[in-house]
């Protein structure tokens, strides 16, 4: 039986383009300029100075603070400069800028093909050992790994969750090493589940990936207590409470966290780098991502370091694919990010560098709401999105939309994906939502 | 059948005065005292309710009037000093004056000064995109222009410049009440001292970017250089952080930094203009839009 969560939810169009691609490395480029920022938190402290040599695996930030993470250069050569640079929404962010020069890696990580089965360590053994090598969720919420992994004492883990749901369209890069790479997916699991100390896995997956759901069923059938799952298709099923709620029938609670009903989800791309830190003593540096879009006619599925500078990856597929005004997109076209400066770099969590022409995101004329209750429909929290919408619009009604629970809502934009009166409902949410948390926070910390 | 009319009436009747009475004595037992000095005040009060005195209305702020022990800070910026005097008539206590505040858009980043870096076709709200990215400009501290501004104000003293994008405040109408200053949501507009007949020298720039990187940003930018600076006699002008401010509690309205500021972000406004024959067509076109 195929599981999915019970409310809300939309169907946009699959357009998983790229997905017969095989994954192929990206060409080395001359320069690489890592961002300090590439976790949620605080961002690193960078420990190399202009005119170092680094090679492929060494530390260059170290964490400040707890929810913070390792950052690992991605190539071997010369530091030319440590500083501020733009990231792909203009902030400026910390950067360490590297001249490359060879692939010199360092001599602790294990080149070679050979898939490592055993594995041995303490929980907190384990756990040390992915944060040193600068784990993060690499679905596109970049949450240190480490951090999940080792939940509060009074709360204990029943399942892990492996996320291989990968529900925004067009992105493959999780389909494409699920079937490349599914035993080592299936032994990071297992390192993570010896982490938490938990019995069982469920490994998600989307059913329109079946090539995808035979490779792991098959890499997970030698071992008792990983159970992957047929979902089906809908969006955003992707999402942590969603998947937990479709798999665990749990709901998590108001303001509480996941853990809260005993899961911890870490997706797919994530335990492919716990394997390769643990087994391989890898760090995470380089990861798959996928180039796409229905204007380009050159779609990959890449596996880039980290620091890539974004034109880098557009030239090698061709530029630009057509004339006039582009959106480029970092993730998915549901939830990724503009990009509105192709010198940024790719970083630990993009999965997707997604082309659209301007036909294709041209937002049609807003009109007025016709109380047609579609938006509530389509929210997968159960919120009522028109609602929030016209409180906020009032200005000043903080209470309220506290009341209304604005501070549940994932930012998946099914709202706005249905709304047929084109209201930017998600825009007017999310800017209230972090109005009200900032409320909410204030109001704690008293 | 009328018997039944006749009956319902008297009864109504009856129990309508009865309550009446009730009523009369349930108010007058717990009849809130309050202090009538309240209407008074608030007869004086512009009653704008814009909340420019930081209370949530005129009432709430006379309220507040009677409560403190004395005026103090308490200013109601759009009545200003007449209306201040009249308050403290009322409360028995010396006015504090308070010198009149005006709305400065401390942003010169035009269509020209400033080239567009991306397209933005989001929804128009200033907030919004602030929440998105740093703008469509290569500046990030500069006007949005999507007009927030122009929303929050009640008094319509602000609109918006097609020909610029920017913001414009119309002197004779902006009361001081600071709403949007508070509402913009890169803090760029100033709640200014109005100055003397008028007169003011600011810059009109927020830039905090080191120099070449503002002015490949804006060519209006504050570059931090400094010459601002060294050239005040008065010492109203400190650069910090890459960008000059002017203290309008010092500054002598000499104008000279004006002329020293070589990317032209410190204007004066409402200075007699100089004789018409040394004046070109240019510079008095580019004053109005700078009013
Ligand atoms: S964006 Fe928020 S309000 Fe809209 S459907 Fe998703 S969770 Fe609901
Ligand atoms: S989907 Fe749009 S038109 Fe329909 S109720 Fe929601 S906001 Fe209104
Ligand atoms: S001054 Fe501020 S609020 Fe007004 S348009 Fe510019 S950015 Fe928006
Ligand atoms: S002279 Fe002009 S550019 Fe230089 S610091 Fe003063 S205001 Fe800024």
Redesign the pocket.
């Known amino acids: 039986m195929k599981k999915t969560f019970k409310i ?1 939810g939309t169907h946009p169009k699959d357009s998983k383009l790229s997905s017969e691609i095989a994954i192929e490395s990206f060409p080395p480029v001359p320069r690489v300029c890592i961002s300090m920022a590439q976790h949620l938190g605080a961002p690193a402290t960078p420990i190399v100075a202009k005119g170092d040599k680094v090679v492929v695996g060494q530390v260059i930030g170290e964490p400040a603070g707890f929810i913070s993470g390792f950052v690992h250069s991605s190539v071997s050569g010369t530091v030319a400069d440590v500083l501020p640079m733009a990231d792909l929404a203009g902030n400026m962010v910390p950067h360490v800028v590297i001249d490359v020069e060879g692939d010199e890696w360092d001599p602790a990580i294990d080149r070679t093909d050979k898939i490592v089965t055993e594995s041995s360590g303490t929980p907190e053994q384990l756990i040390a050992k992915i944060k040193a090598a600068g784990i993060v969720g690499m679905g596109g919420a970049t949450f240190p790994t480490h951090v999940k992994l080792a939940p509060p004492k009074d709360k204990k883990a029943e399942y892990l969750i492996l996320n291989g749901a990968e529900c925004e369209p067009f992105v493959t890069a999780d389909d494409r090493i699920m079937r490349e790479k599914p035993v080592q997916i299936v032994i990071g699991a297992r390192i993570m589940m010896r982490a938490l100390s938990v019995e069982k896995c469920f490994i998600a997956i989307e059913e329109n990936k079946p090539a995808a759901i035979a490779a792991m069923t098959k890499a997970a059938g030698s071992y008792v207590g990983i159970e992957v799952l047929k979902m089906k298709k809908k969006y ?1 099923q992707g999402g942590e409470k969603q998947l937990i709620d479709a798999i665990t029938s749990r709901q998590v609670p108001s303001g509480a966290l996941p853990i809260d009903t005993g899961c911890v989800v870490q997706n797919v791309a994530t335990a492919l780098a716990v394997y390769e830190a643990v087994q391989k003593n890898k760090p995470l540096f380089e990861r798959v991502m996928t180039v796409t879009g229905n204007c380009l006619q050159n779609r990959k599925n890449y596996k880039v370091r980290i620091g890539t500078p974004l034109k880098d990856i557009l030239a090698a597929v061709g530029g630009a694919p057509v004339e006039g005004n582009m959106k480029y997109i970092s993730g998915g076209p549901m939830m990724g990010k503009a990009i509105v400066n192709l010198d940024a770099t790719t970083q630990k969590g993009s999965s997707c560098l997604l082309m659209l022409t301007e036909e294709e995101t041209l937002r049609k004329p807003e009109s007025n709401c016709i109380r047609c209750g579609k ?1 509530a429909e ?6 009522e ?1 028109w609602l ?1 919408n016209k409180l906020a619009r009032v200005g000043d009604r903080y209470d309220d939309l506290e009341q209304n629970n ?1 501070a ?9 994906y ?1 709304c047929p009166a084109n209201i930017p ?2 825009d007017i ?2 800017v209230n ?1 972090a109005e009200v948390m900032k409320i909410i926070r204030a109001r704690q910390a008293k | 059948m009328i018997t039944t009319i006749y009956v319902t009436v008297a009864a109504l009747t009856v129990i309508g005065l009865l309550i009446a009475v009730v009523l009369y004595f349930v108010a007058k037992k717990f009849k809130v005292e309050e202090d009538e000095r309240i209407d008074r005040i608030e007869a004086v009060l512009p009653g704008a309710n814009c909340g420019g005195c930081g209370s949530a209305g005129c009432r709430d702020f006379a309220q507040r009037l009677v409560k403190a022990p004395e005026i103090g800070a308490l200013f109601c910026p759009v009545g200003g000093n007449d209306v201040m005097k009249k308050v403290a008539e009322v409360l028995g206590q010396d006015a504090v004056e308070q010198a009149p505040k005006l709305a400065v858009v401390r942003c010169n980043g035009t269509c020209d000064n400033r080239q567009k870096t991306n397209y933005y076709d989001g929804v128009q709200s200033c907030k919004v995109k602030a929440a998105l990215y740093t703008g469509d400009t290569g500046c990030k501290y500069g006007c949005l222009g999507c007009g927030d501004c122009v929303a929050a104000c009640k008094f319509g003293a602000i609109s918006m410049d097609p020909a610029t994008g920017l913001p414009v405040v119309d002197e004779s109408k902006c009361t001081g009440c600071g709403s949007c200053a508070a509402t913009c949501p890169k803090g760029l507009i100033e709640m200014r001292s109005k100055g003397l007949k008028g007169r003011r020298v600011t810059v009109i720039c927020v830039n905090k970017d080191k120099g070449a990187v503002a002015r490949k940003a804006c060519l209006a930018a504050c570059i931090g250089c400094g010459k601002c600076e060294k050239v005040c006699q008065f010492g109203a002008i400190k650069v910090e952080n890459n960008l000059a401010y002017i203290d309008w509690n010092l500054c002598k309205l000499c104008t000279k930094c004006v002329s020293e500021c070589p990317t032209g972000a410190i204007h004066k406004f409402n200075f007699p203009a100089p004789k018409p024959v040394e004046q070109p067509v240019e510079q008095v076109e580019n004053k109005e839009v700078l009013l």
């Open positions: 809300g955003p938006c389509a929210c997968p929290m159960g919120l999105p929030l604005i549940d809502c994932i930012e998946c934009g099914c709202c706005l249905t409902l998600l949410i999310r939502k």
